[in-house]
């Protein structure tokens, strides 16, 4: 499990019907304890998992980077300026761009450190239900610079 459906979409408002989040509580219960086994990416996601279905055991597998890929290295110039950044600290954010991701915390906070002057960097990358409406929070936020770039898979990671 990397997402707690349906808890996620009904904690943001997104199902609000009784009746249906009565038969989707009972749907999740029912998917995971016919489940082969059931894998969680965090100790919450095990928590969670362990209240709907406690009579099943749940494996850890942490979500996390590899780190003979990814680790502190010099800033490439070159993509620097291909992406218009300064040299400063960069916060992206990649992944699904939905209503439950609350992509739009980071215009937020993209704003607040713009009004602090922060000379920070701000990246959104993903693609999802929730594009358009990014977009158009970041127009109104005209001093902001946060672009967003949609993912183009071409292939897996080394």
């Known amino acids: 499990?990397?997402?707690?459906?349906?808890?996620?979409?009904?904690?943001?408002?997104?199902?609000?019907?009784?009746?249906?989040k009565?038969?989707?509580y009972r749907l999740e219960k029912r998917i995971y304890?016919?489940?082969?086994?059931?894998?969680?990416l965090s100790p919450g996601i095990i928590a969670h998992l362990q209240k709907v279905s406690p009579?099943?055991?749940?494996?850890?597998?942490?979500?996390?980077?590899?780190?003979?890929?990814?680790?502190?290295?010099e800033k490439n110039q070159k993509l620097l300026r291909q992406l218009s950044l300064s040299d400063g600290l960069t916060i992206a954010y990649t992944g699904a761009l939905?209503?439950?991701?609350?992509?739009?915390e980071l215009l937020?906070?993209?704003?607040?450190?713009?009004?602090?002057?922060?000379?920070?960097?701000?990246?959104?990358m993903g693609t999802g239900s929730h594009e358009e409406d990014l977009?158009?929070?970041?127009?109104t936020k005209k001093t902001v610079d946060c672009?967003?770039?949609?993912?183009?898979?071409k292939g897996g990671c080394k």
């Open 1 to 20: 499990m990397r997402d707690l459906w349906p808890e996620a979409p009904i904690q943001v408002g997104a199902i609000r019907n009784p009746v249906a």
């Open 55 to 73: 009579n099943r055991d749940v494996a850890l597998i942490p979500n996390f980077s590899n780190l003979e890929v990814f680790f502190p290295k």
């Open 108 to 124: 937020d906070l993209a704003e607040m450190a713009q009004n602090h002057d922060k000379k920070w960097n701000f990246l959104i």
């Open 33 to 40: 304890d016919q489940a082969l086994s059931l894998v969680a």
């Open 147 to 153: 672009p967003l770039y949609p993912f183009r898979f």
């Open 22 to 24: 009565s038969f989707l």
């Open 98 to 104: 939905g209503q439950v991701n609350a992509v739009e």
């Open 135 to 139: 977009k158009k929070i970041a127009q």
